[in-house]
């Protein structure tokens, strides 16, 4: 591989991108926002046309040259945008009591999603891989006329390795399930198939919508009847050496926890998950509802106003622990149980300041802005962005031993 072939490919991700922000862009504003010359920059759109990438939207505007003596670049007038047709990108969250789909297509666009009820727990995994097989076949059989299916990747709430490997699902109480093998098995057709945490997945989906500015560190909490985190640096996920950055729901931060059952007694998980703090509403004389532990906080009960304190008391000291360890510039709380933080968010920032230095800024506490569909938009948009990514392999010439041995006799000869 040589230097042109490198600097090309970063010039053509570049160009991907900048077309994904903008929408549609003039060859002329395409070369300027790149900062290339005339020739290279038509050079690059005609590789991506041919390959198929981007296509022509139509005529723009005539706009004057911002210097009279300075010649236009490219074909003034002619907008370009990506191929929506390209390829499509399916993103499956895999719920403890549902299954959600969600396909793109290439220029980012949800062109269909839909949400089923399911049971993993009553099917064993095996079964569940049958499932999800089957339902992601008629899944794509409904998108029709859609570009082909370049990626699927399937959110979970679990531990997942690089291979692919569910290594922990606690809350199934599954171990060591080969999930990215049984989908290739089933899907042979599909290059890229992944298996992600539903946390790093929901924390995608939220910096997809927002975007990431250079500099940006946020931490994003997803709460269900587990607690998931992930951490974005510059909107890059966090992994950590093993793979388990962000598993912020096992973070100790008290003794025994509300749940007797836990994973982790003691946990952060253990506190405010919905599982536990369902259960300390019961042991209060409520009911295992979480809607009935909103409407008691909006009616004054005083046993659910009592769970209300509880849950924020120890989710700000489990925010207290992120933000001395990481310092972020914005929690986002996302899934089911974050609708509390509408009612307790002046008392979770009470802790959450309580449990710091004095003087350390706080970070900004925001709901994430994803929705249900956070955890299978993230999927999909994973892999989506990945298209549009610099290959860094490819950049740092990463190969295998072998590959790189031949490409090193392939160029002296």
């Known amino acids: 591989m040589s230097m042109p072939q490198t600097v090309r490919h970063i010039n053509e991700k570049r160009a991907l991108a900048a077309l994904l922000r903008a929408g549609t862009l003039s060859r002329a504003d395409l070369a300027r926002e790149l900062g290339l010359t005339r020739s290279t920059a038509s050079s690059i759109v005609a590789g991506l046309m041919k390959d ?14 911002s210097n009279a003596d300075a010649p236009r670049i490219g074909r003034p007038g ?11 990108f399916i993103g499956v969250d895999l719920g403890i009591d549902h299954l ?3 396909a793109l297509d290439f220029a980012g666009r949800v062109l269909t999603q839909e949400r089923l009820p399911m049971s993993p727990a009553a099917m064993g995994p095996e079964r569940m891989a049958e499932t999800l097989a089957e339902r992601n076949a008629g899944f794509r059989e409904r998108l029709g006329a859609a570009g082909p299916v370049r990626g699927l990747c399937v959110a979970v709430p679990g531990v997942v390795d690089e291979r692919g490997l569910v290594l922990r699902l606690p809350i199934l109480g599954w171990t060591g399930w080969p999930l990215r093998e049984a989908l290739r098995r089933a899907f042979p057709d599909i290059a890229e198939i992944e298996v992600e945490n539903d946390a790093n997945a929901f924390a995608v989906a939220d910096g997809l919508q927002d975007g ?5 560190r946020s931490v994003h909490l997803l709460l269900d009847a587990g607690v998931g985190g992930a951490i974005l640096v510059d909107g890059a996920l966090q992994r950590g050496a093993h793979g388990y950055a962000g598993e912020i729901g096992h973070m100790p931060v ?4 509300f749940l007797p059952e836990a994973a982790l007694p003691g946990s952060l998980e253990s506190f405010v998950g ?22 008691g906080i909006g009616a004054g009960e005083a046993s659910a106003r009592r769970c209300l304190g509880e849950w924020a008391h120890y989710l700000g000291r489990g925010l207290a622990t992120i933000t001395a360890l990481i310092d972020p510039g914005e ?13 307790g968010e002046s008392q979770v920032k009470q802790a959450l300041r309580r449990h710091l230095l004095p003087g350390q800024p706080l970070p900004a506490l925001r709901l994430s802005r994803s929705g249900e569909a956070g955890a299978a938009l993230g999927g999909a948009g994973l892999l989506h962005r990945r298209h549009l990514s610099v290959d860094e392999d490819f950049v740092f010439r ?3 031993p072998d590959q790189a041995e031949a490409s090193t006799s392939a160029e002296m000869r």
Do not use: Q
């Open 52 to 65: 198929g990438l981007v296509r022509d939207a139509g005529e723009a505007a005539t706009e004057p040259p």
């Open 100 to 102: 959600h789909l969600l």
């Open 331 to 343: 929690i986002v709380l996302g899934g089911p149980v974050a609708a509390l933080f509408a009612a």
């Open 78 to 88: 002619t907008l370009l945008t990506l191929n929506a047709a390209h390829g499509t």
């Open 398 to 400: 990463r190969a295998d």
């Open 274 to 295: 919905r599982d536990a703090i369902l259960h300390r509403y019961h042991d209060l004389g409520g009911t295992r509802e979480l809607n009935a532990l909103l409407a």
């Open 254 to 257: 008290g003794e025994k926890g």
């Open 212 to 216: 990431a500015s250079a500099g940006s």
